[in-house]
């Protein structure tokens, strides 16, 4: 027996009949694997509230994860707890357990310019604002401005749709919310910065995709060109003309300039919230769904059924910590003033 995540690497001889021939593949854990995950790793802690509610609402807040990613959420939040003095794990430990895991550590020592701010803060509202508005985007789960130690000056975390087919539409509306955050700079900066690049890779790389392997272009037709490069590949030249290139980059920019321009459009008829929710994200810093659902409203285009029920899971009782957590905070007395020493002549 072996194991291996690197299946795209392996001799060919190893995979032949007599020797690995039998596979079986473990793919990521989907909604329902990953509350059964949760439950595991969560049988060391002990969980203020139902254990079965919070396993369910976690496992709707970490789309992708991996069991291994799990148990460092279960793990973090114990953390903690502990340097809380809490004697439970309780919601609001799994949240920032679960923002470390995806961003990692907050940088309390990095202070932004307030343009710097007021920049991540449009850029981001800008995708989450195209994200709720967009049939086939990924709604938005929550967004922060808070400086991450991975380098990021802010993330958002969305809540996709766990599908294996895609439609060119729905691929059309990812790559407009991806490009969310440069279309929000443009129109309430008139100046582009460098934190769109991520989005400008993802965005490229669908484009081209779309073009090269999925045949959702009227120009190329029903052609699905191969990547070049991988493992054993000994080809030196495109397996197409040089006409056929030009037309694959003239698509790629027909699609992505489209795509901007959709968002720039979407965005400037929802300017208004966007700006309401980037003034709100200055504020708070970060910003959950429900958060989003007061400020600009319900959704248009509701969540699958099973996202739904798990995220209402345990609703009630993370509101209640959350409510008690601020009254607390409100509660706490002023740190004393320190005296001042006369200095001596």
Request: proline share 5%.
């Amino acid at each position: 027996m072996a194991a291996t995540n690197r299946l795209d690497i392996l001799d060919p001889a190893i995979l032949r009949p007599g020797r690995f021939d039998r596979q079986i593949k473990v793919d990521l854990p989907d909604i329902h694997g990953r509350k059964q995950m949760f439950l595991v790793h969560m049988k060391n802690v002990k969980i203020d509230g139902d254990s079965e509610s919070v396993a369910q609402r976690m496992s709707a807040l970490t789309p992708g994860f991996s069991g291994a990613q799990i148990a460092n959420v279960v793990n973090e939040a114990a953390i903690l707890a502990a340097r809380e003095t809490s004697n439970t794990v309780k919601a609001k430990h799994m949240d920032k357990a679960i923002d470390r895991v995806i961003g990692g550590l907050e940088r309390k020592t990095h202070v932004m310019t307030p343009e710097e701010k007021k920049t991540v803060a449009y850029h981001e509202a800008g995708h989450a604002i195209l994200g709720w508005f967009l049939e086939h985007a990924d709604p938005l789960l929550k967004v922060t401005i808070i400086p991450r130690t991975s380098g990021a000056l802010g993330f958002a975390q969305y809540l996709p749709k766990e599908v294996s087919l895609h439609t060119q539409q729905q691929l059309e509306d990812r790559m407009c919310m991806a490009l969310g955050g440069r279309a929000a700079e443009e129109i309430m900066f008139g100046v582009v910065t460098t934190g769109a690049r991520d989005d400008l890779d993802k965005v490229t790389k669908m484009a081209y995709a779309m073009v090269t392997s999925f045949g959702m272009s009227s120009k190329i037709g029903q052609l699905s060109f191969p990547s070049a490069g991988g493992p054993g590949d000994e080809r030196f030249t495109k397996p197409y003309s040089e006409l056929t290139a030009v037309k694959i980059d003239e698509e790629v920019k027909r699609i992505v300039d489209g795509a901007f321009t959709r968002a720039k459009d979407m965005l400037t008829t929802h300017k208004e919230e966007m700006d309401k929710l980037a003034k709100l994200l200055l504020e708070k810093e970060t910003l959950n769904r429900n958060d989003i659902v007061a400020l600009v409203g319900e959704r248009k285009w509701k969540s699958h059924e099973s996202y739904s029920e798990y995220l209402d899971a345990g609703k009630e009782e993370h509101l209640k910590q959350q409510a008690a957590s601020e009254q607390s905070k409100r509660e706490e007395p002023a740190a004393p003033l320190p005296e001042v020493q006369p200095v001596p002549a």
